[in-house]
């Protein structure tokens, strides 16, 4: 007599169960199960978001890579999967290709301060730092209420060792965002390196109240 048929499960099924072990961080699990759905339902975009979005929380770049590209054959002007895909190209050690993903999204969209943003933060981490100046001022320019883009700055100029345009520009994250706790901290540091220690030990105690556990070993 023949085995009954094995049952399949419907993609509604396979969607909430995706969700509810990602809703319990069981990312892992979650990323297994959404890839079983991908090849039950070949072709569906929503599931490939899904994901790259579980896959890159996890850190599970390379999966993440995958799913955004698949996206890109189906919509290769979706800025957002794009900047996703170059984000873990850069998280994998391939900054190159990453800056060739988010040069392709400003090329068709040049007022994407978000694709700007992140090729500031490639530059940085290849020390081109004068083109990630420029990057990221063309961010904020475009987007001047991100306090984001103003922290980014205030990095490049601290590893520059222009400490009062780091203050400058940490001041701005700080007037935006002004509950975020590694505002300060930057803030601090950079008030540190001008050797004004009330200041930065003032800021360094706000990112503690704040709840920075790490600003509050820094200031016992």
């Known amino acids: 007599m023949a085995p009954p048929p094995r049952k399949i499960a419907t993609r509604e099924k396979m969607m909430q169960i995706i969700q509810d072990l990602a809703s319990k961080k069981q990312l892992k699990k979650a990323v297994k199960w959404a890839s079983r759905a991908i090849i039950l339902f070949p072709g569906d975009i929503e599931l490939y978001e899904l994901l790259g979005n579980l896959a890159w929380t996890d850190g599970q770049y390379d999966i993440a890579a995958l799913a955004f590209r698949a996206i890109l054959q189906t919509k290769p002007f979706d800025a957002e999967a794009r900047i996703n895909l170059a984000i873990c190209l850069s998280a994998t050690g391939f900054h190159h290709d990453s800056l060739n993903e988010l ?84 803030l601090g540091a950079a008030f540190m390196m001008q050797n004004r220690e009330k200041s930065a030990i003032r800021e360094f105690e706000i990112a503690c109240y704040l709840g920075d556990k790490d600003s509050c070993d820094i200031t016992q």
């Open 103 to 186: 040069i392709f999204v400003i090329r068709h969209n040049p007022s994407n301060a978000q694709a700007f943003m992140n090729m500031a933060s490639t530059y940085f981490i290849l020390d081109m730092l004068e083109q990630a100046i420029s990057s990221i001022l063309e961010s904020i320019r475009l987007r001047p209420d991100v306090p984001q883009g103003y922290s980014i700055l205030g990095g490049i100029y601290f590893k520059q060792l222009r400490y009062g345009s780091a203050e400058e520009a940490f001041k701005a994250a700080v007037m935006i965002q002004p509950d975020d706790p590694m505002a300060h901290f930057r």
